[in-house]
Nanobody, 128 residues
Framework: QVQLVESGGGSVQAGDSLRLSCVISGRTDTIAAMAWFRQGPGKEREFVARITWVGLNTYYADSVKGRFTVSRDNAKRTTYLQMNSLKPEDTAVYYC?????????????????????WGQGTQVTVFS
């Protein structure tokens, strides 16, 4: 079992930055990767970023590439999402999730169904 708790959300102006954190508890030995998803008002949950548990392979949605950075600190059992140059369209609830199977195909790891455990989410609101 894995438990995930996100924090760091808030309300900011367009152009500002936020850093989200996801603290992981429970068994981590089976984690292959951690990811961030988001769900905006009236929208489906969408992939944002992913980082492998071993190595530093990262993947991003086109909409956030160059603005967001995913990282992890295994010693602190924490995954981060640094969000810069925020836009109103980034407004969403942000979730972290753990994947316990190694995947390298975007169509697979970009789907919420690939992830086994989820946090409760943290709200990010960006005002224009």
């Amino acid at each position: 079992q894995v438990q995930l708790v996100e924090s760091g959300g808030g309300s900011v102006q367009a152009g500002d930055s936020l850093r989200l954190s996801c603290v992981i508890s429970g068994r981590t030995d089976t984690i292959a990767a951690m990811a961030w998803f988001r769900q905006g008002p009236g929208k489906e949950r969408e992939f944002v970023a992913r980082i492998t548990w071993v190595g530093l392979n990262t993947y991003y949605a086109d909409s956030v590439k160059g603005r967001f950075t995913v990282s992890r600190d295994n010693a602190k059992r924490t995954t981060y999402l640094q969000m810069n140059s925020l836009k109103p369209e980034d407004t969403a609830v942000y979730y972290c999730a753990s994947d316990h199977f190694p995947r390298a195909i975007y169509s697979e790891f970009g789907s919420a169904s690939a992830y086994d455990y989820w946090g409760q989410g943290t709200q990010v609101t960006v005002f224009s």
